[in-house]
Nanobody
Framework: QVQLVESGGGLVQAGGSLRLSCAAS????????MGWFRQAPGKERDIVAA????????YYADSVKGRFTIFRDNAKNTVYLQMNSLKPEDTAVYYC???????????????????WGQGTQVTVSS
């Protein structure tokens, strides 16, 4: 029911910034907790950040805490990931995801999400 399309990925130098956007189609976007995941070559897909349905609660992986910010604009059906002080180890394919389950504020496991974008490549050069 919810379709997600990411944009904003690309090549950036270490120390730089990038903002990813995820545009959702579907009338139930505000009912979904949203998350950003990433997958580096040879690694599993891991949570980067998550935000509750209202946007009032957030979660960050330790590796990005203090550098990345997740926020959403339900009126625009869009969730964002602001990435600052980028490091080469941030290089990965980044995925936007939505979770329809209403029982928790946000989710951190990939198998808890119901909708996924196609992914966007972020490459950080040293």
């Amino acid at each position: 029911q919810v379709q997600l399309v990411e944009s904003g990925g690309g090549l950036v130098q270490a120390g730089g910034s990038l903002r990813l956007s995820c545009a959702a189609s579907g009338r139930v976007f505000s009912n979904c907790a949203m998350g950003w995941f990433r997958q580096a070559p040879g690694k599993e897909r891991d949570i980067v950040a998550a935000v509750s349905r209202s946007g009032s609660s957030t979660y960050y992986a330790d590796s990005v805490k203090g550098r990345f910010t997740i926020f959403r604009d339900n009126a625009k059906n869009t969730v964002y990931l602001q990435m600052n002080s980028l490091k080469p180890e941030d290089t990965a394919v980044y995925y936007c995801a939505g979770a329809a389950d209403y029982r928790r504020r946000y989710y951190v496991r990939g198998d808890e999400y119901d909708y996924w974008g196609q992914g966007t490549q972020v490459t950080v050069s040293s």
